[in-house]
């Protein structure tokens, strides 16, 4: 995420890449009047098909190979489909790598590291935002800076630290180091600013402690700009990859991205694809449909700063 | 004299509270309210670390801690796991940006930043401007060309190299279909960057076009009216008018993108092409010199070091110049 560009709300940024149609009956019947049929299909339809064949068609691919037998992943003549559908892919992927206890470290690491990315999220957010102390500016730009610094270049320093306390091939280890969250903080901090003053000043005179005021007011409406923040980290946090890899050896304590590779790097024949395209659409269609029922907020928090 | 003054003042304006019995009794008020002010600091301040503390420690345990420590490992002759260090000095920065294996990081970086960029931005461009088309049905369009962003990059790659497979893959297929035998995507270097550029593109165009619908969707339309009133056609609409308004969407994508190409791409290089002969980029350098056969961890920090100078100062840039220079609304 870029920090330089000025982000608006998530909210203003879902409604600006969400625009529905205007009005959606004028729309069609302008779309297909005779006028205009021609330029609909020409310049309009058949970009968006050549498009979405482009990104579904490979997906589509992968779901249909993980159920062929290998006698049809290395056929010269393959079909679209499975000519005889089998689950067989997904039994071996089970064989070779513990698929439970991988499946299950996988969402464990998604689940605990996400909430508390989010806890940690919301609370510095509303102490930057709330709290006056001296000096808490500077510490905004210290984790505006922490969100420029790639996993990548604090990957050694960390395999260090955590190797030196202990936590190769454990949950925490893999969990600890990506906790720190400066992109949760900084989408918060932008919509906590954006709060009407007035909503808090009421409680204020009531005597409301901070903690009132986060939990029963601040929350409450912020809970879109949450979402966006949670999904945005269960995605991350899924699709994990490189620490997950650095900082396991043993197959019971890998994640499902870092048993794919191990996978990977057993079946090597032609004929393993299929067994492969199984372990892709197991890690693939959780996101897959996370993301087609929640995409509005997905899809503004990864584009936040985007937007104007 | 100042006797005087006050009590023709407070003759004048009788209910006036600042009159001088009470002054000492300010001062102590003033100094009471300085008290009071310092212990709501103090109390403030513990509130602040109680709630941004533990998220501020682990900021610093494992980001700002690793950028300061990389700094000092990459001034040493050292291989990970081993006891023995020597320090080095300057060498192993050096090494990076004069040794041919150091150069070639280099090349490889700039070809699949170049490519991964462009060819993300163009196609990204082109569908937004056709979804911009507010035709029914667009919305499942928009999600479905996105959706690939959100996707495991290990997953992604994976399936790609089954697509990619030069005896059984679909794409040989479809090769073999127009007479064209598939090249060796796995054995040539650079038919081997090519692929994990076209991979990579696949997975971030969605990114690109949404922004650029965004963006697109900020330009007002009776600008774009006026000027089909004025009989401008779509080709100079958008060069003349679409393309100078989107400018800041544009420089903002251009910059997001090479650092999401630096840094973001590892996982389907890594998967795709294990051992990084072409494919090397500066990301992925990183982590086959501390991790992978060689083990050189103080020249693995170096490049890290590097990289995080690299991506500081194209941050930098976007902040100084292209903020300035780009056409806003």
Redesign the interface.
Known sequence: ?????TPTTPAA?AR??????VK?RA??RR?FEPRHLAD?LL???L??II??L???L??G??IS?SFKPAGE??T?N?TLLPQEPTLDNYDAVASRVPLLTVLGNSIYVTVIGSTIKVL??I??A???VF????G?NL?FL??LV?L???A????????L?ITGLGGRNTLWGII???????FG?FLLRQHFKALPKELFEAAELDGAG?FRKLFQIALPVSLPAIATVALVTV?NE??S??WP??ITDTPDKMT??VG??LL??IETT?AS?GI??A??VL??VP??I???AL?RY??AG??Q???? | MAIQTQERRAAEEPQTPADPPTAPDEAVLAVERKRARRRQSSKNWSLFLLFAGPNILLILAFIYYPLISNMYYSTLDWRLGSPRATSVGLDNYIRFFTSPSGVEVWRVTGIFTAGAVIGSMVLGLLIALVLNKKLPGRTIARTAVFSPYVLSGVGIALVWNFIFDPARGALSHILGFFGIASPEWYLNEDWALLMVIIVYVWANLGYCAVVFLAGLQSIPQDLIEAATIDRAGPIRRFFSITLPLLTPTVFFLLVTNIIFSMTRAFDILRTMTPTGHGTNTIIFEIYLQSFGAYQRAGYSAAIAVVLFFTLFVITAVQLRFVERKVHYQ
């Not at chain 1, 600006?16 to 149609?21: E, F, G, I, N, R």
């Not at chain 1, 709290?131 to 001296?134: F, G, K, Q, T």
């Open positions: 995420m870029s920090l330089t560009n940024a600006a890449v969400s625009q529905p149609t959606p729309a069609w779309a609909t310049t309009g339809y970009p968006i498009a979405m482009i990104i579904v490979p997906l691919w992968m190979s992943i290395v010269l393959p940690l999220a609370t510095t509303y102490a930057l709290i006056r102390v001296p808490a510490i210290g984790i922490a420029m610094v790639p990548e270049v604090s990957m050694l320093p960390n395999y630290t600890l180091p990506g906790l720190g969250t400066a903080t901070h995605v899924w699709n990859f490189l890899l650095i499902l991205p794919l590779n990977r790097s032609t694809y492969l395209m372990g892709a890690v693939i996101m897959l996370v993301f087609a995409q997905i899809v990864l584009t700063g985007a937007v104007k």
